[in-house]
């Protein structure tokens, strides 16, 4: 333990995900001093429809907050300043006055504004909407959400229009309770997964907020992702911490897994997987429905990524788990999978919620395809894992055919400390697949970026000289056995669109 007259500095990064919350302070190097995660409950009031209690986020977030500060500092660390990171396009809705949701939280995952998308389309808005945000109309992304809720909540719109309510994803939320309303804010990065953002113009666009019926008064001010963002409020955390970082999710892993310069690309596996290729400062427009994004904004510049969206990697694992009870913990999929005959031709396709980049078909549902008399749990725990490893193909096709050339892809989350689907992930690629070392990289990620708001490191490209590779997997699979099973994966997948 370091003396008390000798604290060293430490930074506490808060990850906000899709299915629990975690506090973990990092010291300078990286290296992870404490942890604290509390799991919480999904809401499912419809099919296709996934809410939040943002009552239950905010309670699990203050308390690993807490229990993490509290370690850190038995370690002899000091807490300096602090990062936050997000489960992105999750979208809340608050009163200024009171602090209090009118509504749950929409959860990127929900679908049930497919029909309004759809009447967007239909009506010619998709190439306007594509041309300033980068994304394509669909459920996933927060505008149509913010629209459901003032539509729905009684008073709602006109509450908003009068100011008195206030849109955040979850980060805004989260940075608007930690300084008790001081600062209603948003980093660039959640700022463009909203689909009111332009991208060129880094500001909110009138002629977006006029489409998707939004009032501008409920919106957060949009900042830098490293700088002051403002200052816990004493009473929340037992102390007043600069709050210096903030990004979205997955920008804050591919900063977490130094993908900072063109053309380097991670995929991190989590409730979803979402694939980052970093194309400099040159937004990319997709061909192949691919999504152009926000990678980070610094000093008012940003960089920026084309990204693909698998709505559920992590979450089929779970479903295996909590849905049908083949397995008790998810740590027991790899052994299951492994005892899998290899010929048996079974796939799953995982569209729960419809299925996201680069098919868009948020009416499509799930399906195992190929089952006979000697299939059971083994042969359906392996497609569940392969299931994440083609739609990764999926993604990596659409990223070649936008021109990305890279040959490796860095991988991080859950399910990564799985060797056999990180092999089966190599095979069906045909690339490369590279481990870190610390596979904490989305709350590194925004770690990284409150010690570079507060002064700790010099610039971004730091990142690169704490990161390491772990382990690498090389494709090995046969190349008929690859042909053979992606065709077999391609005829799912056209079965849940018929």
Known sequence: MLSRSRKAPAILAIDQGTTSSRAMVFDLQGQVAALAQEEFNQIYPRPGWVEHDPEVIWATVLSTARKAIKAGEAKGYEITCLGVT?????????????????????????RRTGEACAKLEADGAGPMVAGKTGLVLDPYFSATKIGWILDTVPGARKRAEAGKLAFG?????????????KRHITDATNASRTSLYDLEAQDWDGELL?????????????????????????????????????????????????CLSPGEMKSTYGTGAFMILNTGGTRVTSHNRLLATTAWRLEGKSAFALEGSVLSAGATIQWLRDGLGLISRASEVEALAASADPDAPVY????FTGLGAPHWKPEARGLITGLTRGAGRAEIAR??????????HDLLTAMRADGAQTLTLKVDG???????????????????????????????????????????????????????ADQRFAPAADPGWRTRHLAGWADALRRTTM
């Open 86 to 110: 997000n489960q992105r396009e999750t979208t809340l809705v608050w009163d200024r006055q009171t602090g209090e949701p009118v509504h749950n939280a929409i959860v990127w995952q929900d």
């Open 414 to 468: 859950g399910m990564v400390a799985n060797n056999a689907f990180l092999q089966r992930l190599a095979d069906i690629c045909d690339l490369e697949v590279v481990r870190p070392v610390n596979t904490e990289t989305t709350a590194w990620g925004a770690a990284f970026l409150a010690g570079l708001g507060a002064g700790h490191f010099a610039s971004i490209t730091e990142a690169a000289s704490l990161w390491k």
């Open 383 to 392: 497609a569940a894992l392969e299931s994440t490893a083609f739609q990764t």
């Open 210 to 258: 006029r489409l998707f019926n939004i009032p501008r008064a409920i919106l957060p001010e949009v900042v830098d992702c490293a700088g002051d963002l403002g200052v816990t409020d004493k009473s929340v955390l037992g102390k007043a911490i600069p709050i210096t970082g903030a990004a979205g999710d997955q920008q804050a892993a591919a900063i977490g897994q130094a």
């Open 348 to 351: 799953l396709v995982p569209a």
């Open 169 to 181: 994803t979850v980060e805004s939320f989260l940075i608007w309770r930690l300084t008790k309303g």
